[in-house]
C-alpha cells in the first residue's frame, strides 16, 4: 500500500510540475522567444501555444484523478482498512474534515476545479492582453497547487519557530522545480519542431528560446540549491541520519541523480547553448542543426531525470525525516577531532595532510586553467587532493558501530540515573568497582582488563557506542553483553548512570564560587511539595536560578532556618530554593515543626533526587568515593548547568550567606554563555 501511494504521490507530483511548466514556459519563454525572433510567425506560436495548453489539459486531469487515488490510499492507510472498505462516507469525512491533509486536499481540488474552468471554458483572446492573462492565471494556481502540497507534508509537522521558515522553503524549492524540470518538455517540444522545420527562422527561436531558458534555469537551479539545503538541514540535520536511515538514503539517491541532471544542464548552458548562438553570426543552418540535435537529446535526458527524481520524492513524502528516526551507521568507522586530538601524531598527521590537500588544490586549479596545454595536470592535481586527504582521514577515525549515533530514548534525568546506579551495584562492580575506576575484584592483578569509566576518554565515546557494547559486549576484552538480562531501556538508564559518573568525577575540582565556562549538565528530575502538583527542575529554566539544598535532620537544621530568613534576599537576587531531605522524608515536615516553614521542600521524588546528586560529592581532598555527606548545596543557573557546589565542613564558603548571595547576583547578571542542555546525553 505504502509503495503504491508513494507512486501515485509522485505521479500527482509530476504532473502538476508539467502543469507549471506549459504555462511558465508560455508566458516567460515562448511568446518572447517568437515575438524577438520573428514577430510574423504568429500561425507557428498558435500551434506552439494549443499543443502546449493540451498538454496541460491532460495534465490537470491526471492532477485530478491521482488526487482521487491519493485521498483513497490516505483513507485506508488512516483507518487501517482495505481500499475498498475505506471508501465510505465515514472515512472520508472525518479525513477530509479532521486532519491537515483532508483539509488542504479540498483547499487543492477548488484550484483543480478552478483551472480546469480557465481551460476547458475559456473565451478566445482577443488580444495580447487575453493572451496573457490566461497564462498567468495557469501559472498563479499551478503554483498555488503545488505551495499548498507544502501544507500536506512534512514541513506542516515541523514544530517551533522552523516551521514557518520550512515551508517558505519548501514552497518556492517546488515553484523552483516545477519552473525549471516543467518547462524542460515544452523546450524540448519547441527544440524538436525546429530541428525538423526547414524554415531558418525556426533556428532564430531556438536561439531566443533556449538563451531565456537557461536564464530561467539558472535561476531555479540556484534556488533549488539554496532551498534544498534549508529543507535537508531541517529534516535531516547531520550526516549520521543522512547515511543512516531510509529517508536519508533517498535523499542520497535523489542527489546522486541531481548531479548528471545539473551536469546535463551546465552542458547545455556552457557549450551547446554558446555554440548555437553562434551559428546565428556564422549563418550556418546545417551547424545549428547539428547543435539543435544534441541539444533536444540533454533536454530529454534532464526531463528523464527528473522524472526519475519525482519519483524519488513520491518516496520522500511517505517516508518519517530522518532528523526524526534513529540512524544506522553504516561504516566501521566515524571521523573526530575531539576523540582523537589528543593521541600521538594525530596533530601532525592532520596538518601534513591538510597541507598536502591544499597543494593539489592547486596544481588542479592551474592544470583546470592549462586543461588544453597539460590535461595531465587535472589528474595528477586529482591525485594528490586524494591521496593527502586519506591522511588526516587515518588519523581522525575511531572505531563506530551500528548503535554509534542512536539517540536515546530514555532522558537525562534523576529517576533514570539512580535506575542506572542500582543496575551499576548489580552487574558492573565486579569489574569496574564502586566508584568506576576498573578496581572491581574481578579485575584485581590484571592491569591490562582495567577500564576506568570516570577517565576523561568515556566522554569522547557516544552513548550509541555505550550502548553497542552494553549489548554485545567488547571483543578482546572480560566486558560481556547485557543483551539477554537488562532491557533496552535498563541499558540506557545504565549510560545516563555513566554519563553522570564520569562529569562528577570531572567535577571535583568544583567549588562555592561560580565556574566561568557552564559544562555539567544539572540532571532534571520531578519532585512534589506537600500536595501540589509535580513540578520539575527543568520547569525553572529561562526565569530562576535555582539554589538546591540536600539536607539531613537534625544536624541541617540551623542551617535550614539561616536560609529561611533569607529567602527574601536569595528571591531578590534572583534564585529560588529548593530544599530536598536526604533521608527520611515521609517524617521531614514532623520534624521540621515550625522552623524553617517557608522553605519549599521537596518529598516526592526525593530519594532519585539524592541518590543522582549525591554523586557530586567527589572533591580533590579525597581519593575514590568519600563518603555520603550529610548536607550538599548547588547554584543552577537558568540555563540548566550546575555552576557551584558548597560541601560543608569539607568547604568553606556559604555560611557565610553574603558569599552565597554574590554568588547568585553573578549568575543573575550573567548573559546566556551556553547552549540549553539537552534532555538526552549523546
Not at 339 to 347: E, I, K, M, N, S
Not at 448 to 474: E, K, M, Q, V, Y
Not at 482 to 489: A, G, I, R, Y
Request: charged share 15%.
Amino acid at each position: 500500500m505504502t509503495g503504491l501511494l508513494a507512486f501515485i504521490r509522485a505521479v500527482h507530483l509530476g504532473a502538476l510540475v508539467l502543469l507549471m511548466g506549459v504555462f511558465a514556459f508560455l508566458l516567460l519563454v515562448a511568446r518572447p522567444a517568437f515575438r524577438k525572433a520573428d514577430p510574423q510567425r504568429t500561425p507557428d506560436l498558435e500551434r506552439f501555444d494549443r499543443l502546449l495548453l493540451t498538454i496541460g489539459k491532460w495534465s490537470l486531469l491526471a492532477t485530478f484523478v491521482s488526487a482521487l487515488l491519493w485521498l483513497g490510499l490516505q483513507a485506508a492507510l488512516a483507518s487501517g482498512q482495505p481500499l475498498t472498505q475505506a471508501l465510505n462516507l465515514d472515512t472520508l469525512s472525518g479525513l477530509l474534515s479532521g486532519t491537515q491533509f483532508g483539509r488542504v486536499w479540498e483547499i487543492r481540488i477548488a484550484l483543480v476545479a478552478l483551472l480546469a474552468g480557465f481551460l476547458f471554458f475559456r473565451d478566445r483572446e482577443h488580444d495580447v492582453r487575453d493572451w496573457n492573462a490566461l497564462r498567468l492565471e495557469g501559472v498563479l494556481l499551478a503554483g498555488g497547487l503545488m505551495a499548498a502540497l507544502a501544507w500536506a507534508g512534512h514541513p506542516a509537522a515541523t514544530e517551533g519557530p522552523a516551521r514557518s521558515i520550512h515551508l517558505l522553503a519548501d514552497t518556492v524549492h517546488m515553484l523552483a522545480a516545477g519552473v525549471w524540470l516543467g518547462g524542460l518538455c515544452p523546450l524540448a517540444v519547441l527544440l524538436r519542431w525546429a530541428h525538423r522545420s526547414p524554415d531558418a527562422s525556426w533556428i532564430a527561436v531556438a536561439r531566443e528560446a533556449t538563451r531565456r531558458f537557461s536564464l530561467l534555469g539558472l535561476v531555479s537551479v540556484s534556488t533549488l540549491t539554496l532551498t534544498g539545503v534549508v529543507n535537508g538541514w531541517i529534516l535531516v540535520g547531520s550526516i549520521p541520519p543522512l547515511v543512516g536511515t531510509p529517508y536519508g538514503r533517498l535523499l542520497l539517491l535523489k542527489l546522486v541523480l541531481l548531479l548528471p541532471l545539473v551536469g546535463f544542464a551546465a552542458t547545455n548552458v556552457l557549450r551547446l547553448k554558446p555554440a548555437l548562438l553562434a551559428t546565428a553570426a556564422q549563418k550556418s543552418p546545417g551547424g545549428a542543426q547539428a547543435v539543435l540535435s544534441r541539444l533536444t537529446r540533454n533536454v530529454i535526458a534532464e526531463a528523464s531525470l527528473g522524472a526519475a527524481i519525482l519519483l524519488i520524492v513520491g518516496g520522500l513524502g511517505i517516508t518519517p525525516p530522518a532528523i526524526h528516526d534513529q540512524p544506522s551507521w553504516p561504516f566501521p568507522f566515524r571521523v573526530s577531532w575531539q576523540a582523537t586530538q589528543d593521541l600521538p601524531g594525530v596533530r601532525g598527521g592532520v596538518i601534513a595532510g591538510g597541507a598536502g590537500v591544499l597543494l593539489g588544490i592547486g596544481v588542479l586549479a592551474y592544470g583546470l586553467r592549462k586543461r588544453r596545454q597539460y590535461p595531465w595536470v587535472i589528474g595528477l592535481g586529482s591525485a594528490l587532493v586524494l591521496c593527502f586527504l586519506a591522511i588526516p582521514l587515518y588519523y581522525l577515525s575511531v572505531d563506530a558501530y551500528p548503535t554509534t549515533y542512536l539517540r536515546t530514548p530514555v532522558p537525562y534525568q534523576a529517576i533514570s540515573i539512580a535506575s542506572g546506579a542500582r543496575l551499576y551495584q548489580q552487574h558492573c562492580t565486579v569489574c569496574h568497582g564502586e566508584a568506576g575506576y576498573g578496581d572491581g575484584p574481578a579485575i584485581r592483578g590484571r592491569a591490562s582488563a582495567r577500564a576506568d569509566l570516570t577517565a576523561p576518554h568515556t566522554a569522547l565515546h557516544t552513548a550509541g557506542d555505550l550502548f553497542w557494547w552494553l549489548t554485545h559486549g567488547i571483543r578482546g576484552s572480560p566486558m560481556p553483553g547485557f543483551k539477554d538480562s537488562l532491557t533496552d531501556e535498563e541499558r540506557w538508564d545504565l549510560i545516563n548512570f555513566l554519563r553522570a559518573l564520569a562529569a562528577a568525577e570531572q567535577a571535583r575540582a568544583m567549588l562555592p564560587l561560580v565556574e566561568q565556562t557552564p559544562w555539567l549538565v544539572a540532571p532534571d528530575f520531578a519532585y512534589g511539595i506537600g500536595v501540589g502538583e509535580g513540578q520539575t527542575l527543568r520547569d525553572s529554566r529561562g526565569w530562576a536560578i535555582v539554589h538546591l539544598v540536600l539536607f539531613t535532620l537534625p544536624s541541617s537544621i540551623q542551617r535550614l532556618e539561616q536560609l529561611d530568613a533569607a529567602a527574601g534576599k536569595i528571591a531578590g537576587a534572583g534564585a529560588r530554593i529548593l530544599a530536598v531531605p536526604m533521608r527520611d522524608a515521609a517524617q521531614v515536615y514532623r520534624r521540621l515543626g515550625a522552623r524553617a516553614v517557608t522553605l519549599p521542600v521537596a518529598v516526592e521524588g526525593s530519594e532519585e533526587i539524592v541518590e543522582t546528586y549525591a554523586m557530586f560529592r567527589r572533591t580533590l581532598a579525597v581519593e575514590g568515593l568519600p563518603a555520603e555527606p550529610a548536607h550538599m548545596e548547588f547554584l543552577v543557573d537558568r540555563q540548566g548547568y550546575i555552576r557551584a557546589r558548597w560541601i560543608p565542613p569539607e568547604q568553606p564558603g556559604w555560611d557565610d550567606l553574603t558569599s552565597l548571595l554574590g554568588e547568585i547576583e553573578r549568575l543573575d547578571k550573567e548573559a546566556p554563555r551556553a547552549p540549553a542542555p539537552d534532555e538526552h546525553v549523546h
